[in-house]
């Protein structure tokens, strides 16, 4: 697997770019809900299927934080790198969480020794979730959960402040 990247691309603290290192696991799921109906007194193949909802994709990111030689944030650099894995513990449950509707990511998936994503989705970070245990005591567990989206909110928000105007 290449590189992930999850990128807060608009919103409070942002732009901030988050290299995901030490991968457990990538899911993605989509989703495309269909009623079918089934006919009375009539084969399987005759039941009728209907879509009736819009599709929506989940990607579930799992990895280890382990204190890094290199900073994981593209822009903390310096004396405001983010290293250790307590420093990435903290940046993802407080300066990457999103907090308003403004606030849109950017996910990104690169092959191996490449600039170039061959899968990209925006949308929002729906979960995070951190744990330690003690047999790891200098380590984390980090899982979010990206729900890819259009922030039409963002969009109304952006909207309404330039009609106010």
């Known amino acids: 697997m290449g590189n992930i990247t999850i990128k807060k691309s608009s919103g409070k603290n942002s732009p901030l770019t988050y290299n995901v290192r030490n991968l457990q696991s990538l899911d993605i799921l989509l989703e495309t809900p269909a009623l079918v109906y089934a006919i009375p007194e009539t084969e399987a193949a005759d039941a009728i299927g209907m879509k009736v909802e819009g599709n929506t994709m989940l990607i579930t990111i799992s990895w280890t ?83 890819v989206a259009s922030m039409t909110a963002k969009a109304d928000v952006q909207e309404a402040d330039q009609g106010s105007g």
């Open 65 to 147: 934080l382990v204190d890094d030689d290199t900073t994981l944030v593209d822009q903390k650099t310096g004396a405001n790198s983010i290293l250790t894995a307590d420093e990435q513990m903290e940046f993802l449950m407080d300066t990457f969480q999103s907090s308003s509707v403004e606030d849109e990511y950017e996910f990104k998936l690169f092959p191996n020794n490449s600039n170039t994503a061959f899968f990209t989705q925006t949308g929002i970070l729906t979960k995070a979730n951190v744990s330690k245990s003690g047999s790891t005591p200098v380590t984390y567990n980090a899982t979010v959960v990206f729900a």
